[in-house]
C-alpha cells in the first residue's frame, strides 16, 4: 500500500472511533507499529487533529471531516461508469483498484450527494476476462513501470506464430480488446500487439530511454499514419 493510501485509510479508520492503539493500527494495516507512531506524526504536522499519545491509543477530534468533493450529476455519472469500466475489463489488480477508488470517493463526497452514486443507471457488463489474459495484463503493466523488455510468443490474425522482443510503452482497450503498444525490437519499429494472442510472455532485461522510441513517439507515428491514410482515401 502506498503511503498516501495508508494515512487516508488510518484517518478514515480514526475517524467516529474511541481510542485506537498503534498495535491496531499496524495489525489491521500489516505494517510496523513504529510505521504507525511516523504516519501519526504526519498526520498531525498536516493538521489533522489527531488527539492521544503512543502507549494508550489515538482518535481524531469530533467535528473534524475531509474537505468534500464538489461534483455534479454528470460528474459523478462520469466518475462512476469510468471505475465500472475498469472493474469489468481491467483485470483483477486493477478492477480492485477502481472498487477501493470508488469507495474513497463516495466517502469524500458530501451525504446529499451520494445517493447520486448508487443512482447512476450507467453500467460496464462484466466480461468475465480470462484468467490467463488477466494475468498478461498485470505483468505487461509492471513491465511498463519498471521499462521492462518482454519476450512474447504472439500469433496474428492468420494464426501464425512468431517471437517478439519488445519495448512495452502503453495498454489501450480498443474494440473489445486490450491492446499493447511497444516497440519491436525484429521490425525496428512501433506496433500494436493483442493480449489475446499472447501465447506466452517472459520479462527480459531493462530498455534505455531513447530518442524515437518513447510513448510520445509512438503518439506521433500513429497520429501521422492516420493522418496519410486520410489522404490516401481522398
Not at 507499529?33 to 498536516?46: A, F, K
Not at 486493477?94 to 477508488?101: C, G, K, T, V, Y
Not at 513491465?143 to 492468420?158: C, E, F, G, T, V
Request: with cysteine; glycine share 6%; proline share 5%.
Amino acid at each position: 500500500m502506498r503511503r498516501a493510501d495508508r494515512l487516508f485509510q488510518i484517518t478514515q479508520y480514526l475517524r467516529g472511533r474511541r481510542l485506537t492503539t498503534a498495535r491496531q493500527l499496524a495489525e489491521w494495516l500489516s505494517v510496523s507499529e513504529r510505521t504507525v507512531y511516523r504516519d501519526i506524526r504526519d498526520l498531525s504536522l498536516s493538521g489533522v487533529p489527531v488527539d492521544g499519545e503512543a502507549g494508550v491509543g489515538y482518535r481524531i477530534k469530533p467535528g473534524y471531516d475531509l474537505p468534500p468533493l464538489m461534483f455534479n450529476a454528470d460528474e459523478i455519472d462520469a466518475l462512476v461508469i469510468g471505475m465500472r469500466m475498469v472493474q469489468a475489463w481491467g483485470g483483477p489488480q486493477l478492477s480492485a483498484s477502481a472498487a477501493s477508488a470508488l469507495a474513497k470517493v463516495v466517502l469524500a463526497l458530501p451525504r446529499d450527494k451520494r445517493d447520486f452514486v448508487e443512482a447512476t443507471p450507467l453500467f460496464a457488463p462484466d466480461t468475465q476476462m480470462d484468467p490467463q489474459q488477466g494475468e498478461c495484463l498485470e505483468r505487461i503493466r509492471q513491465a511498463i513501470s519498471s521499462r521492462h523488455k518482454l519476450l512474447l510468443d504472439y500469433s496474428d490474425a492468420q494464426q501464425r506464430a512468431s517471437q517478439r522482443v519488445v519495448w512495452p510503452l502503453a495498454l489501450a482497450f480498443f474494440g473489445g480488446s486490450w491492446l499493447l503498444a511497444a516497440w519491436c525490437e525484429a521490425r525496428n519499429d512501433f506496433r500494436s500487439f493483442r493480449l489475446d494472442r499472447v501465447q506466452q510472455l517472459n520479462e527480459q532485461g531493462h530498455y534505455p530511454d531513447r530518442d524515437g522510441r518513447r510513448l510520445a513517439d509512438f503518439v506521433r507515428a500513429m497520429r501521422r499514419d492516420r493522418k496519410e491514410q486520410g489522404s490516401t482515401l481522398q
